[in-house]
């Protein structure tokens, strides 16, 4: 062992080190890329926020768009920014501050969400809705791995007026929920649908999301929170999983009404996160407790929070760009 680090050591230094550190470490020698890569540094590292997505009503660009017409959206590991006027696409790593411009698609876009899980591999695609058909969409896919747009035809296998913008994207498929009670689930390989009934009504306020390799639903009234996990889906048997209200989140009770919506899943914990006006909580859900909460600040009154995406740290995401 003369000259060398033993391992031991040198995974209780690096699940210290920040996650940019991290990601040119992987470059030092093939022992450490395997250390760094593992699931058990993996597991020591705090989760990453790709981005906190928020609407303030104080800043506006003309025609009542924010920014005069631009987008921003956080992914897991990755902004997508897109401007309308012109159009144009530019996807950013937060972490290694490297961005990709993508050529304009062909067609005018009507929606659009970036697929990329930091997990399973640092190729991305994103996907733009194009048209709309009776059951179905018209949509181009850019994969960054061809580094070109495809078109394609999709049917969503339920009328199309039937289906919200709440879209979650795991295992290579994006998971789209429907106002008629079903989400749906197209494969982006393939383009096949499937739909699964969910346990409750869709509302604005309804979330679904993956932890520990399992769909589940989130659904709120703002004051009471339930979640069901999807235990057989050729069956489409989903089990409730958590129940929560008010009182668990604000033990005591509160001086005035409160409400709390629903922002992301852990991916590995018994984790959620809520937002309360001007905080964003972690709720641990077995110790039915609030594990930690941020405060955005009294400037920021007026401020609605959107969604946040958390993952663990990957050598992908690190690649992602590259």
């Not at 695609?125 to 061809?146: Q, Y």
């Amino acid at each position: 062992m003369d000259g060398e680090m033993d391992e031991d050591v040198l995974t209780e230094i690096l699940a210290r080190l920040p996650c940019r550190s991290l990601a040119r470490f992987q470059c030092v020698s093939t022992s450490w890329r395997r250390i760094i890569s593992s699931d058990y540094l993996r597991r020591r590292l705090p989760l990453i926020t790709s981005g906190v997505l928020y609407h303030d009503d104080t800043h506006r660009g003309g025609d009542g768009d924010l920014d005069g017409g631009r987008r921003q959206q956080a992914y897991t590991g990755l902004l997508l920014y897109y401007a309308s006027r012109p159009t144009a696409f530019h996807v950013v790593n937060p972490t290694t501050r490297l961005w990709a411009e993508l050529p304009p698609p062909r067609a005018r876009t009507l929606l659009s969400v970036l697929a990329f899980d930091p997990c399973a591999s640092p190729h991305y695609r994103v996907v733009c809705f194009t048209g709309w058909l009776p059951r179905g969409a018209t949509i181009e896919v850019f994969d960054s791995e061809r580094g070109a747009w495809r078109d394609h035809e999709v049917d969503f296998g339920l009328d199309t007026d039937a289906m919200s913008a709440t879209m979650h994207y795991s295992g290579g498929a994006l998971h789209v929920l429907a106002y008629s009670g079903h989400v749906v689930r197209v494969d982006l390989d393939t383009m096949a649908s499937a739909v699964t009934a969910l346990p409750a009504p869709v509302s604005c306020r309804a979330r679904a999301g993956h932890c520990r390799g399992r769909l589940r639903f989130a659904s709120s009234d703002g004051t009471r929170l339930r979640i069901w996990e999807l235990k057989d889906a050729a069956g489409g048997e989903w089990a409730l999983k958590h129940e929560i209200g008010v009182s668990d989140v604000v033990p005591g009770g509160a001086s005035q009404p409160i409400t709390f919506l629903f922002m992301a899943f852990h991916p590995e914990r018994e984790l959620v996160y809520l937002w309360s006006p001007w905080k964003l909580l972690a709720f641990d859900m077995v110790e039915r407790r609030v594990e930690e909460e941020w405060v955005f600040g009294s400037e920021k009154e007026g401020t609605h929070l959107i969604q946040v995406w958390l993952f663990p740290f990957s050598r992908h995401l690190a690649n992602a760009l590259a």
